[in-house]
């Protein structure tokens, strides 16, 4: 039995470690088609992302806002609802952030960033619940809603930045006022990664206890596998989609606290950069467990940090990147197939 | 196979040794190759904006004992920081060009300070007295250019209406604009410029659709300030109207409709630059010039460009190399009518006023908001 569970466990672990490996593979054949040699490729990706301190950092810098984004889209997963629109979230969480510590200039930088922090989820929260609701309420597909809502969070954001919130004087980059050098949130002592990677790990964990380890979590997953038997129970659906939704936005907008107070300072176009687009892929990819989006926002991060060392070594285009990330995608998802097979071998053999 | 293996050993050694140079003092490190990075915010075959660049990285190519070093597409975030160190620590770069207007502040100044030896060079023109002093931003008025262009334009428009496609209301794109109308109106005093802003530099859905509106209204010479003007030169040169180029020379895309354009020359200031560097010398933190200076040029007019344009305009372009001539200057009322600059004011290109531009001038159909 124990040994049943852990092959259980451990095909989960090994499944993907070996879509990505075969995802590489298929790579290196692609890579070699360009008349590079894939061995210096692996020797590149692997410096780039991982052979040093600096290449970890770099990779963990570019994990951290992932991390968040990621559960903007995995937590409602549990519902069994697609929402895609982390982006929105991202963007309206910073910019009420943003707004938040530009109302009190004066008050000691703790309770700023504090206060930044709780508006950046609130904001972001707010904005996918606003889907949850449309879903629950009017019927509407939550997946259409919140990407359509990233275009409104984009028009809102460029109207605040270029209109109302705008800074006189940005002049050819239209900005809102900076947040002021001492409410940033600067880095973790010792490196140069901003503090997001463990709001992200934090939140992780937290998503990971609340879906398995409460009542809140357990009634999400039977609420998520049949609605309609949810309901029968006297499972409080609206609730559990309106809260889902809103504790999944909250992480996206706390992304965009973080990028505003650890990163630029200020809000302007400069944010939307597609983390939350890349975040849809994370969670994907971690079969939305919470946990698993770590390692996988670290692998995607590493692959961003290499990304660069490839174009500068082999003179790989930008989007080599953008194929390696598609091939893993698929694989992925086409390995989803393979699990309870390796289970049913280890069986036998006990 | 054993090729590869050396390569890559020698790869190693070679950061290594780098790194243990960056350590050293600046002049030790400029006696090897110097390694030179190039950071662009878009592909570098955009035919604009970021190829500019890619072309001007392509000249110091050529020089001897410069190795250069590319990245494209890379974001206005923190991830432009980790590509200048990544550039510093892993390839040993001495010499850093982030060529993107946001890359600035607070990006490329955090890494300025941070490695107070290594000198960063950024497009836009934005450095002050408060920024670190081996940080420079360079730019070029590339409005006398598009003034140059406005005159041919103006001349061989047949019915007189000119179009623009433009990405934001900002004091740049805004001199541009107002450049090429008042330049139009030199060559057809009766010439009208309609904008339409798309709202971002890369929106290519947006630019085909303003183009076709532009010509649908009967403008028959365009041009545009975008990222990529690619979308909009092949559309309008496709549905017959002509065109003036921006950032580099589209001729190829449309040759029987390209009549000339506002270029970016930086194949001439990079290696330029590059030079005052390995000679020791310092280069001006804050650097900017138009035509006479080298760092913008005129399009060769195309074959349909008539004589009476032609002439013109060479005329014009002779006075703005000599020096002296202003653009804007006095009376200038904007297109609501209101006077912009007075009565026997000039504003010279380096005027502080004009970065600060947010009026399009009479002629000029279209609002800044």
Redesign the interface.
Known sequence: MALERFSGAAEYVLIPTLAVALSLFLFGIFVALFGK?P??LY?YMY??AFG?W??WQ?TL??AAPLILTALCTALPAQLGMVIIGGEGALLVGALSATAAALVMPAAPPVLVQITMAIAGMAGGGLWIALAGSLRHYRGVNETISSLLLVSIALAVL?HLV??PMRDPTS????STAAIGAANMIGSIPGT?I?WGLIFGIVAAILAYILIYHTVFGFAARIAGGNIRAAKIVGLPVGRLILITCFLAGAAAGLAGMV?VAA???RT????A?GYGFTGILVAFLARHNPLAIIPVAILLGGI??SG??L???LGL??ASVLVLQGIIFVTVLASDSLYGRFRFSARKET | MPLDQVSRRRVLQGTAALTLAGTLPLQRAFAKDTVVGFIYVGSRDDYGYNQAHAVGAAALKKLPEIKVIEEEKVPETDAVEKTMESMINLDGATLLFPTSFGYYSPHMVKLANKYPKLRFEHCGGLWGDKDPKNAGSYFGYIDEAQYISGIVAGHMTKSGKLGFVAAKPIPQVLRNINAFAMGARLGNPKATLQVIFTGDWSMPVKEAEATNSLIAQGVDVLTCHVDGPKTVVENASRRGAMVCGYHVNQATLAPNAYLTGAEWNWEELYPRFVKMVVAGESIPNFYRGGLKEGLVKVSPYGRMVSEAARKQADDVKAKLMAGGYAIFQGPLVDNKGKTVIASGTARGQTDPELEKMDYLVEGVIGATS
């Open positions: 040699n061995l210096d020797f410096q780039g040093s600096f290449s770099n810098t570019r460029n270029e209109g002049l050819n980059k239209p140069d901003h990028e990163v630029q300072g302007n176009a400069n944010l950069v961003g940090a660069g060392l174009q500068r070594r285009p930008d």
